[in-house]
């Protein structure tokens, strides 16, 4: 007889949803760091993205649009600041 109910392990995210997120997350940084904040967005879009490949998400081309658009975050600040001469760039 049993009077307790036997242990399992109950959660309600997986490593493989955790990861899916990631991927989604690193794209819509990434989209939204090419009009806004940049210089954060972009870095934070590269590694979620990093991140979420690491982990072996079924996202596989939302996290490597998320890493293009990472990196072309810091294209566009980097040649922003090149094109008007200051740190950072305005519209």
Known sequence: MQLTAP?????????RRD?????VASFILG???????NVFLGP???????AA??????RRGRAF???TLGIADLAVLAIAM????????SL
């Not at 990861?19 to 991927?23: L, T």
């Not at 490949?53 to 079924?58: E, F, P, S, V």
Request: proline residues 2%.
């Open 19 to 23: 990861a899916d997120g990631m991927a």
């Open 53 to 58: 490949l690491w982990r072996g998400t079924a």
């Open 44 to 50: 934070i879009a590269i590694a979620l993205a990093g």
């Open 82 to 89: 090149q094109l008007s001469n200051t740190v950072s760039w």
């Open 31 to 37: 989209l939204l760091g090419l009009l806004v904040l």
């Open 7 to 15: 242990a399992t392990r109950t959660t309600t995210t997986t490593p």
């Open 65 to 67: 649009l998320g890493l």
